[in-house]
């Protein structure tokens, strides 16, 4: 009886102890991915002809899980967020330079040939189309049913957001044959649109009638003078200037110039707690106080700074040298590079963050979303 005993003690406590192990469970392998890996790329570029690059200067729209964008052929196009399927192509039959803009249902837009276009978001129907003789250079700027936009020959108009109506118009004479021909996009600061011109002359027109309401000479250059960038408003000051030339804060209910600084700005700033932070026409990024003292300087590109948002944990910079930089938001230093994948490659258009995802038109017309 013992020579059975002993083996059927060593069964019984084998079992015990094997009742006390865990059920195995493979682990999921996740893979590392690079906050500046494509989710998808749409090539946008039109039929030409060889050694005759058709460049993009338009930004792209992220609206409620679509993106929008204006393919040089003439077609405006929507795409799914989150695998790039096309939702809708309309024909317009005119190339753009500059963005869509979202209300309600509707995506307005203008484009080279300038029309006004809006078009339903998700069909892609029409809703209105309004012609207003010359290029339309900016994205339209909404405020209060009504939508505003500059175009290539000085002209700034207000039209009716639901109907297209042309409410008013402001034509500003620019003797200058040396300009630029672009256009900074106009801003509402109170009962106000605030808008830069080719002269290099900032001005406020009255929402209601389009009069002018007061107008500020930055320079006393003789050609490319042009104020292409959209002014920018924080705590009732203005921060402008025109291309090249210093930059100036401004008093935006009376024009008056409180202060110029010491150095020149490509972009628009990005506001980082009481700091701001300016891109440069020599690849630097200037990190100043609101009275414009600078603080610090970084060198991130050998190329102009085109465009500064922050992207997930990082700000995303782009550039004209075919580079996207990814920066540590506290120290600015850079973290990774992408290639837009061709030698000419530029932003010339703004690129769009909604926090976790980044839209990026490149000017060689390539659509990229990071995700």
Not at 34 to 54: E, F, R, V
Not at 188 to 209: M, N, P, Q, R
Not at 311 to 329: H, I, N, P, R, W
């Amino acid at each position: 009886m013992k020579k059975y005993c002993i083996p059927l003690l060593l069964s019984l406590s084998v079992l015990a102890s094997c009742s006390t192990l865990r059920e195995y469970k493979p682990t999921k392998v996740v893979e590392e991915r690079s906050p500046l890996t494509p989710l998808w790329i749409k090539n946008l570029d039109p039929n030409y002809d060889s050694g005759n690059l058709p460049i993009g200067l338009q930004s792209p729209l992220v609206h409620e899980g679509i993106v929008y964008a204006g393919h040089n052929g003439g077609y405006m196009k929507a795409y799914e967020l989150e695998n790039g399927r096309e939702i809708w192509s309309e024909f317009d039959g005119s190339a753009y330079h500059a963005g869509a803009v979202a209300y309600k249902d509707q995506v307005i837009y203008g484009t080279v040939q300038g029309r006004v276009i809006s078009r339903h978001g998700i069909l892609g129907t029409i809703k209105y189309s309004v012609d207003l003789g010359a290029s339309v250079e900016t994205r339209g700027v909404v405020s209060n049913g009504r939508v505003f936009f500059q175009l290539r020959n000085h002209q700034v108009f207000c039209l009716d957001v639901e109907t297209g109506k042309i409410l008013w118009g402001y034509k500003r004479s620019v003797p200058y044959l040396t300009t630029l021909q672009r256009a900074g996009t106009p801003v509402v600061y109170k009962d106000k649109l605030l808008v830069g011109f080719a002269d290099g002359t900032f001005a406020a027109l009255s929402i209601e009638e389009g009069v002018l309401l007061y107008e500020t000479k930055l320079t006393t250059a003789s050609k490319f003078v042009d104020i292409d960038n959209a002014p920018f408003v924080l705590q009732d000051r203005v921060y402008i200037s025109p291309v090249g030339g210093a930059l100036s804060l401004i008093d935006p209910n009376t024009g008056k110039v409180l202060r110029t600084s010491d150095f020149t700005v490509s972009r628009p700033p990005l506001v980082r707690d009481d700091q701001l932070i300016f891109g440069t026409p020599n690849g630097e990024l200037l990190v100043t106080d609101k009275n414009l003292n600078l603080q610090k300087t970084v060198k991130v590109s050998s190329g102009v700074i085109t465009s500064i948002v922050p992207y997930k944990t990082y700000f995303a910079v782009s550039t004209t040298t075919g580079e996207l930089k990814l920066l540590d938001q506290k120290g600015l230093n850079v973290v990774e590079t992408f290639k837009l994948g061709h030698a000419y490659s530029a932003v010339f258009g703004e690129m769009v963050s909604t926090g976790d995802n980044l839209a990026v038109l490149s000017s060689r017309n390539r659509l990229f979303l990071f995700h």
